[in-house]
């Protein structure tokens, strides 16, 4: 009688490749749940590719980059910003994480790249410290917002700078046909060469450009926009997160973050060379000037309201460029907020500043 043993080895096969496959995931690292508990303990040697230059500098200039090398961790640090560049290089896998405003987290979501907020930081005088002023062109009339009506204005749909314009447009009861968007990407010093050259008429531009524009063109000048722009986050791919020795990794960075930040509060001038100075190149007078134009930050006790903020902009950007719409709550990783909140902390913010 004909024995066939093929059915019994296949499955001894099978089970041993399971058992081997299982052995190899382990070795090669861990999957963690986003519903998970974020790690404790960090491997050594675990590494954090970072775009995060001003903390860079901050952590330098402080010593808290020590923290980091005592946990084991090794950054790989970037000198990128902003929502396009950062996506950009999420998409070739060249970074885990990136500090930027709120809108680059939509965009990413928009543009099927799958990111988590993982930190929030607050103006404590928002109002009185924003982010952007609008510069206006030489010879160009717009002493406010309804001036802004058959203006040219620099615009970047993927960027803060962009939804600042929709929002400047929705206070002024403008809409986008009463004005012409030009479609020009903020980059270094693109929206001061823009404006300075007449190629707009107004551009959103931040503290350190406005001195830079009103210096270096006769007759630039510039207003308020009198919204809340202050929007401060780090941003993550969410395999980033899901790894479980870069989420480890990540929580440590967290904290040590937050202690940056606060740091730069009370170390005004000291940040000021650092970064603005010694890595921006600014003078010394326009570097402290700078800093104070930017105000104090913060670390809020909850994440609630840049939720619903960053919530409000989504819907607004849905409503006026065409995206489906979303639910920011899936952005945001609310793990790291009892993180950063318990390295603030008695000087987390509360209140209509959070």
């Not at 402080?62 to 902003?82: F, M, R, T, Y």
């Not at 543009?111 to 005088?125: C, E, N, S």
């Not at 903020?186 to 404006?195: K, N």
């Not at 921006?280 to 105000?295: F, M």
Request: glycine share 6%.
């Amino acid at each position: 009688m004909r024995r066939s043993p093929r059915k019994p080895l296949v499955a001894v096969l099978a089970a041993v490749l399971v058992a081997a496959s299982a052995c190899g995931s382990e070795d090669a690292g861990s999957t963690l749940e986003l519903t998970a508990a974020l790690p404790d303990q960090v491997p050594s040697g675990t590494v954090l590719r970072l775009g995060d230059p001003q903390i860079q500098a901050v952590t330098a200039v402080s010593g808290l980059d020590k923290e980091l090398a005592d946990a084991g961790i090794q950054v790989e640090w970037a000198n990128i910003s902003g929502g396009p560049q950062s996506i950009q290089a999420f998409r070739a896998d060249k970074l885990d994480c990136s500090a930027v405003a709120d809108i680059p987290s939509l965009f990413a979501a928009w543009t099927g790249t799958a990111t988590k907020i993982v930190f929030q930081a607050v103006t404590l005088d928002p109002l009185d410290h924003p982010l952007y002023k609008l510069g206006i062109a030489p010879g160009v009339n717009v002493t406010s917002l309804a001036d802004l009506r058959g203006k040219k204005i620099a615009y970047s749909a993927g960027q803060a700078q962009g939804a600042l314009v929709l929002r400047v447009l929705q206070k002024a009861g403008l809409t986008q046909k009463d004005v012409q968007l030009v479609e020009l990407t903020s980059t270094g010093d693109s929206y001061v060469t823009a404006l300075g050259t007449k190629a707009v008429d107004v551009a959103p531009i931040a503290p350190q450009n406005i001195k830079l524009y009103e210096a270096k063109y006769p007759g630039a000048t510039s207003i308020g926009t009198g919204i809340r722009d202050d929007a401060s986050t780090l941003y993550c791919l969410t395999s980033a997160v899901e790894d479980a020795e870069k989420a480890a990794a990540l929580k440590v960075y967290v904290s040590v973050r937050t202690k940056a930040l606060l740091w730069q509060n009370e170390h005004p001038d000291e940040y000021a060379k650092a970064f603005f100075q010694d890595t921006q190149r600014l003078s010394e007078a326009d570097a402290k000037a700078v800093v104070a134009l930017q105000g104090r930050k913060g670390i809020p006790a909850t994440w609630d309201n840049a939720i619903t903020r960053l919530q409000e902009t989504a819907d607004l950007l849905a409503a006026e460029q065409n995206h489906d719409k979303l639910d920011v709550t899936t952005l945001v990783d609310r793990r790291f907020e009892a993180v950063q909140a318990a390295a603030a902390g008695s000087q987390v913010v509360t209140g209509d500043a959070a």
